[in-house]
């Protein structure tokens, strides 16, 4: 079997690796569709050692994003008329354009669903299957499928993620110096264009509070001012989760890394004009406790929860993993999901070989 892959963002990458996994398990072929530009995507696909096709550059704008749709889609509908596929994989409008116009089979993964507005209305409708979370309340159609659990347990599973401790030591860190990460998102894609998050000042004074305790590095999906770009994390994109796992706290306006730290055991905040919009992500903190979000206008109440959470880190740490366990406990394993409907749009039983949730990272 054939499977065309396309990622735009680096959690594609991450979800959908996992699948591939199970899928090259299975002796399966696999392509992916990539794009320069964006954070890590092209570093994350080569750091695992598959090949892809640079399928377009990302843009920044709406104008240069609405661009880059026009050249991906060709470039998706030609890669698919030279590989043939069988199915193709995406979280992204492309693949699903490509398999439409081919009638190739499309499994279309969404946390995001209809919250994304234009993002998913071009995507989800055109798609053969759309998977989701349980969280997804919505329903898409007849061609909705739910699986329980969310989007970065497809990579931060257990039985897949197991953090390296050696991290630290590569970090510079001290044994116990405690550690903090800044995530500060670039707000350039096509769902973001007009949301906001995070101030200059309101940078200041979070570094402020956090270097008064300890060590503080800096994620960002943008070039940094001078000042601040000694503070980027050095480590290469595929250790990224290493690192992400030994911090004490993550604070940003990044929904995916918030609550990927979550999901592996690091209480995050967020701040930014998407709190409390998506489900699946109210449900990992209203349910679960595993990350806060606050949007623009409740600085104080942001402001308040840092230093809630600052002056009792432990405490917090012990609630956090309270959650975490009660979550693992309710969750299915995403992968198995989608390896199955996978396999059910191409029309064959899965092997053996792509069955199981143990495939360590």
Same mark, same amino acid.
């Given at each position: 079997?054939?499977?065309?892959?396309?990622?735009?963002?680096?959690?594609?990458?991450?979800?959908?690796?996992?699948? =591939?996994? +199970?899928?090259?398990?299975?002796?399966?072929?696999?392509?992916?569709?990539?794009?320069?530009?964006?954070?890590?995507?092209?570093?994350?696909?080569?750091?695992?050692?598959?090949?892809?096709?640079? %399928?377009?550059? %990302?843009?920044?704008?709406?104008?240069?994003?609405? +661009?880059?749709?026009?050249?991906?889609?060709?470039?998706?509908?030609?890669?698919?008329?030279?590989?043939?596929?069988?199915?193709?994989?995406?979280?992204?409008?492309?693949?699903?354009?490509?398999?439409?116009?081919?009638?190739?089979?499309?499994?279309?993964?969404?946390?995001?669903?209809?919250?994304?507005?234009?993002?998913?209305?071009?995507?989800?409708?055109?798609?053969?299957?759309?998977?989701?979370?349980?969280?997804?309340?919505? !329903?898409?159609?007849?061609?909705?499928?739910?699986?329980?659990?969310?989007?970065?347990?497809?990579?931060?599973?257990?039985?897949?993620?197991?953090?390296?401790?050696?991290?630290?030591?590569?970090?510079?860190?001290?044994?116990?110096?405690?550690?903090?990460?800044?995530?500060?998102?670039?707000?350039?894609?096509?769902?973001?264009?007009?949301?906001?998050?995070?101030?200059?000042?309101?940078?200041?004074?979070?570094? =402020?509070?956090?270097?008064?305790?300890?060590?503080?590095?800096?994620? !960002?999906?943008?070039?940094?001012?001078?000042?601040?770009?000694? &503070?980027?994390?050095?480590?290469?994109?595929?250790?990224?989760?290493?690192?992400?796992?030994?911090?004490?706290?993550? #604070?940003?306006?990044?929904?995916?890394? @918030?609550?990927?730290?979550?999901?592996?055991g690091t209480p995050?905040?967020?701040?930014?004009?998407?709190?409390?919009?998506?489900?699946?992500?109210?449900?990992?903190?209203?349910?679960?406790?595993?990350?806060?979000?606050?949007?623009?206008?409740?600085?104080?109440?942001?402001?308040? =929860?840092?230093? +809630?959470?600052?002056?009792d880190l432990d405490?917090?740490?012990e609630v956090h %993993?309270?959650?975490?366990?009660?979550?693992?406990?309710? @969750?299915?394993?995403? #992968?198995?999901?989608? #390896?199955?409907?996978?396999? =059910? &749009?191409?029309?064959?039983?899965?092997?053996?070989?792509?069955?199981? !949730?143990?495939?360590? +990272?």
């Amino acid at each position: 079997m054939k499977v065309l892959i396309d990622a735009v963002h680096p959690a594609d990458v991450w979800t959908l690796g996992a699948v =591939e996994d +199970r899928l090259l398990a299975a002796g399966e072929e696999t392509l992916w569709l990539s794009r320069p530009g964006k954070d890590s995507v092209v570093e994350l696909i080569e750091a695992r050692g598959r090949p892809h096709v640079r %399928a377009s550059r %990302a843009g920044t704008s709406m104008l240069s994003l609405a +661009r880059e749709l026009l050249v991906r889609d060709w470039r998706a509908w030609r890669e698919v008329r030279r590989l043939r596929p069988d199915v193709i994989l995406t979280r992204s409008p492309a693949g699903v354009h490509a398999g439409r116009l081919t009638r190739t089979p499309v499994l279309y993964d969404t946390d995001d669903g209809h919250v994304a507005g234009l993002l998913y209305y071009v995507a989800g409708p055109l798609a053969n299957l759309i998977a989701s979370p349980t969280a997804t309340i919505k !329903s898409y159609g007849k061609q909705h499928r739910r699986y329980q659990g969310y989007k970065e347990l497809f990579y931060l599973h257990p039985d897949r993620f197991k953090p390296d401790p050696t991290v630290r030591a590569d970090l510079g860190l001290a044994p116990d110096e405690r550690f903090f990460i800044l995530r500060l998102t670039a707000f350039t894609a096509s769902h973001d264009v007009s949301e906001a998050g995070m101030s200059r000042a309101q940078i200041d004074r979070l570094l =402020e509070k956090f270097q008064a305790l300890g060590a503080v590095l800096i994620s !960002s999906e943008q070039p940094l001012p001078a000042d601040l770009a000694t &503070l980027r994390i050095p480590t290469p994109p595929h250790r990224f989760h290493d690192v992400l796992a030994a911090a004490d706290l993550v #604070v940003g306006d990044s929904q995916t890394v @918030c609550s990927e730290a979550g999901v592996i055991g690091t209480p995050s905040i967020r701040y930014n004009t998407w709190a409390g919009r998506h489900p699946y992500q109210v449900e990992l903190e209203e349910r679960w406790g595993l990350t806060r979000a606050f949007p623009l206008d409740d600085e104080v109440g942001f402001f308040a =929860e840092v230093d +809630r959470v600052l002056a009792d880190l432990d405490g917090v740490h012990e609630v956090h %993993a309270d959650g975490r366990a009660a979550m693992l406990a309710w @969750c299915g394993d995403p #992968v198995d999901d989608l #390896v199955e409907w996978t396999y =059910e &749009l191409a029309g064959r039983d899965v092997p053996a070989a792509a069955r199981g !949730s143990d495939l360590d +990272r």
